[in-house]
Every structure is written in structure tokens, then in C-alpha cells.
């Protein structure tokens, strides 16, 4: 199934096999090489009661009830363990730069798509420089139990990885991007009721790709490593929901 411009799908965050994050986003693009959407400004956030691996058994954004600030797009290639996410600021929009949210290869459901923060960000400034993001936590993270050493090993060495790309400047998203803009028309999506309850194709797919090359076209890359088991977290971005 592919989405339309402008459609309201959930994107669902996959623990253990159970929806611990539902979040409502407007698809930009849905082609067979990218996944683009956006998330206004109090999209809604929704989140199911489980045993969760976190201190307060909660879901780290539990309590806020949608996206906060400017939106944000997303943009992710299908089998990428990363997601780039482009905040701007302020009622004129300007550009604060990339993001790049480590979080596992989306998979489509009857609602939108589901997918699993990796914990790990790096945070790129409009100049290009950029910095990992919340590597402690990461290891915090596995203290916890929601990641073993070895996954934790494997989400560094993607970081890394990217680190690298980053460094060479021959990343593959567009550079337009910044330019663009939402569709005035579009209203602040709503969840639908029983979003959780939708089958997950996440319990399948709990090996991911982490780290096919990054720059290359999608006929020469290859697989160097994986992760077994895929956890997400906390947004904890430039900007917080
Ligand atoms: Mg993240």
C-alpha cells in the first residue's frame, strides 16, 4: 500500500513487539525510494499502557500530548535504520538544520508505519557541522534493558558510519528540502481510535539493516551488520514535542 500526499497516517513506535508510541503525521511523499512526512505543529501523540523498560514505566514523552513547535518533516529511505528529520523555527520558518534520527527501517500497517527509535541522534547545524547526541543515554538505555551491549555497539557503529557521510558533505537527501514548505490546507491530523490495536509487522521484523552504505545507489549497497533488537526512546531533539 502506498500513501498519498497529504494523507494522515499513524506512525506507530514498536516495543517488544507492542505500539508504545502513536504518532499522527501528514505523508509528503511515498515513492519507492522515500518516505517523506511532516508533522505539524500539536500533532497528537498517543501512548498505550504497558510494563515498560523505563524508570516510571512510562513512555519518556508520556505527558505531552503532541508535537510542540514548528513541525518537522521526516524523510526515510525504505531498509534505512535512520531517519532525517528538518526543524525550523518561528513563524517565519527558519531553517535549524538536520537531524538524523536513528530509528529502525519503517514497515507499512493498515494505519501508516511503524518503526523504533535507536536512542542515538546526530544533530547537524545549517553550517554542516554536526554532533552524536545522547550517547550516555544510549548506554543508559541498555542499564535499563531495552538494549544489550552488543545492540548498543552495533547503534554506535551506525552513528559513526553516518558520522562519516556527514563528514564527506555526499549525503543523499536533497538539499531543497529546506525550501519546503507544508501544504497551507492541511489540518493537524487525529488519531484514530484503536490505532494500537492494529497488527504490527514489527513482531517479524526484529533484525534490521543498520547500516547499508550510505551514499551509494540502492543497487551497490551492502549489509556489514545488524541489530537484533531495536528499541525506541525519547525524541529528545532540538525540539522537544
Ligand atoms: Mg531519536
Redesign the pocket.
Known sequence: MRWTTGDAVVRREILGGTPWLGWMVNVVEDSPDLLATYSPSGSPFSFPPGDWPTQDGRHPWHGYGGWRGTGTLMLQRPADCYAVWLFWDGPDREFRGWYI???SPFTRTEIGFDTL?????IVVAPDRSWEMKDVDLLWRRRDEGRFTTSEVQAILDLGDQIGRMLDSGNWWWDDSWVEWQPDPNWTVPVIPDGWERVETPMLTTRVANASRSLTRPASQRTTSHRLRHLAP?R???AQRP
Open positions: 534520527n536513528l530509528e527509535d535507536l536512542e542515538l541522534d526512546d525524541h529528545s531533539g
